[in-house]
């Protein structure tokens, strides 16, 4: 079997690329030892696809997926690919990118399961589409998707009511939705080339005397401890996952840290590294 492939999620280099640019952002990745990124949360305007195209040539970094949603939530600016489809597949032409990823569905569904079985539906024909250009659809997961139906979770009904669309597995987010990474993983088999690598840590509780006094305070504490981590440095079974998801067919596996919590991104992403060097992954890089 060949090996996988790790890269960066660039969610959390956001505000990087607004301090220093695209072309500098993507070079620091590279001599942190990283070669493959996932784009999200940067703008696609002309000089930033152009920037991410020099880059990718430049420091032979590969462009594995975009981000994009079907449709942008009212009130939010940005593509879609229901009003941008040409626009954003020339991009991943440009990027020679074959992943399109939805990062989150519209806030506005959830909780209601017809409608997000319309969604569903769209999701659905959209991939088909997509498909024709030579050009995958995945959805990525959160907590939100392990609500049950008639005992059933969401995502696994996204899954059983689609064949074309894929998934990015969020393994943070499944924890934190209460199931094992490593199962869904293995449930969702054949159908996720994409996984966020993203650890899972209890926080310090750190108490006040005021928060002694008054409960409310305590428990927002005490229920909000949880936080994202580097790699290795939280509580998920990071090898157990990978070997998973090696055996589930995924092709890639992205490094990702919602919140640094005050520390440079870069140094996370070097803790995070080091940590899958050492677990014996240092030719996946």
């Not at 996988?4 to 280099?13: D, E, R, S, T």
């Not at 990718?56 to 981000?67: E, N």
């Not at 990027?95 to 319309?118: H, Q, S």
């Not at 650890?199 to 006040?208: E, K, V």
């Amino acid at each position: 079997m060949t090996s996988g492939k790790i890269g960066v999620q660039m969610f959390n280099l956001k505000n990087k690329i607004v301090e220093i640019g695209v072309y500098e952002t993507l070079k620091k990745v590279k001599e942190l030892g990283y070669s493959a990124v996932e784009v999200t949360q940067i703008v696609m305007s002309e000089e930033n696809v152009a920037e991410l195209k020099r880059a990718s040539v430049d420091l032979d970094i590969q462009i594995v997926s975009v981000s994009a949603p079907l449709d942008t939530m009212p009130g939010m600016p940005g593509e879609s690919l229901t009003t941008d489809f040409d626009k954003i597949v020339t991009d991943c032409k440009t990027l020679n990118c074959n992943y399109i990823r939805i990062g989150m569905m519209p806030i506005t569904l959830m909780g209601n399961k017809d409608k997000v079985m319309e969604y569903i539906h769209q999701a659905e024909e959209m991939a088909i589409r997509l498909a024709e250009h030579g050009i995958e659809l995945y959805y990525h997961n959160h907590h939100i998707e392990f609500e049950r139906y008639d005992g059933e979770t969401l995502l696994d009904i996204m899954k059983n009511n689609t064949s074309k669309l894929g998934f990015e597995l969020d393994v943070h987010w499944i924890q934190r939705g209460g199931e094992n990474p490593v199962n869904v993983i293995k449930r969702f088999a054949g159908r996720v080339s994409l996984i966020h690598l993203k650890d899972y840590r209890i926080g310090h509780l750190d108490l006040s005397d005021d928060d002694f006094k008054d409960m409310s305070k305590f428990m927002n504490k005490f229920t909000n401890i949880i936080e994202f981590a580097e790699l290795g440095e939280g509580n998920l079974d990071i090898q157990a996952i990978i070997e998973a998801g090696h055996e589930s067919g995924v092709e890639y596996f992205l490094v990702e840290q919602d919140d640094t919590y005050g520390k440079d991104p870069f140094d996370c992403l070097k803790v995070s590294g080091d940590y899958l060097k050492q677990l014996g992954y240092a030719n996946w890089f």
